[in-house]
């Protein structure tokens, strides 16, 4: 749709969720997460009229959270393992990386044994730094990373939730939701330096707001 809400065109229409949609850099394509062909989620990339939909992933476990890198060659996303039975806590998930057309898969790390849970990732607009969520911590905390996975910083550090981060469009400043301010019942917009300093809260109201996004310019 246009940016004022005006002219809402459907560009999907699987009897199944279709969402985290996400443009390519030249706006081109739209690369997504979908359950219309398996019980789990799989990535998908479609031309930005919805037309040439190919399935990226083929995986036992459920991907999400696609973002195109800054060059628009690279896909990154999040594959969730599957609850298994017994298990102690809740199922862990990886960011990886893979080329636009399935290809050459590659785990995003900097935990050799594993033992965190990481999502929502976010290339900086130069393409050398990974954000990403993660609760690393006792509660899911922003971080970032070099985009091959090493040298991961705490950005935030609160009782609160904090997720779906997203960069400005210069790299300098750092968009995203919490509920630090909402006794975990409410969800607001923050902003925060790239360093993680400066933290501002934008919105307060009785809703949930999620999923903040700079616009190009």
Not at 50 to 62: H, P
Not at 63 to 85: A, N, R, V
């Amino acid at each position: 749709m246009n940016i004022d809400g005006s002219n809402v065109v459907q560009v999907t229409s699987s009897p199944y969720a279709d969402y985290h949609p996400r443009f390519s850099p030249d706006d081109s394509k739209i690369v997504f997460a979908s359950s219309r062909d398996s019980d789990k989620s799989e990535i998908y990339l479609m031309n930005a009229d919805g037309t040439d939909v190919i399935r990226l992933t083929n995986n036992e476990v459920s991907d999400y959270d696609p973002c195109f890198s800054p060059d628009g060659l690279k896909i990154f996303y999040t594959s969730k393992e599957e609850e298994q039975e017994y298990q102690v806590g809740p199922p862990k998930s990886h960011i990886f990386m893979m080329n636009t057309d399935g290809s050459d898969t590659v785990k995003i790390k900097d935990d050799p044994n594993g033992n965190y849970s990481d999502y929502d990732p976010v290339i900086s607009p130069d393409g050398t730094k990974l954000l990403f969520s993660s609760p690393r911590t006792y509660n899911d905390e922003i971080y970032i990373m070099d985009v091959e996975g090493l040298l991961s910083t705490n950005l935030t550090n609160t009782e609160g939730w904090d997720g779906r981060p997203c960069f400005s469009p210069d790299g300098s400043k750092i968009a995203f939701s919490s509920d630090r301010d909402g006794n975990g019942v409410t969800t607001d917009i923050y902003i925060m330096n790239s360093d993680g300093k400066n933290i501002v809260q934008l919105t307060k109201n009785a809703g949930n707001n999620y999923y903040p996004r700079f616009s190009s310019k």
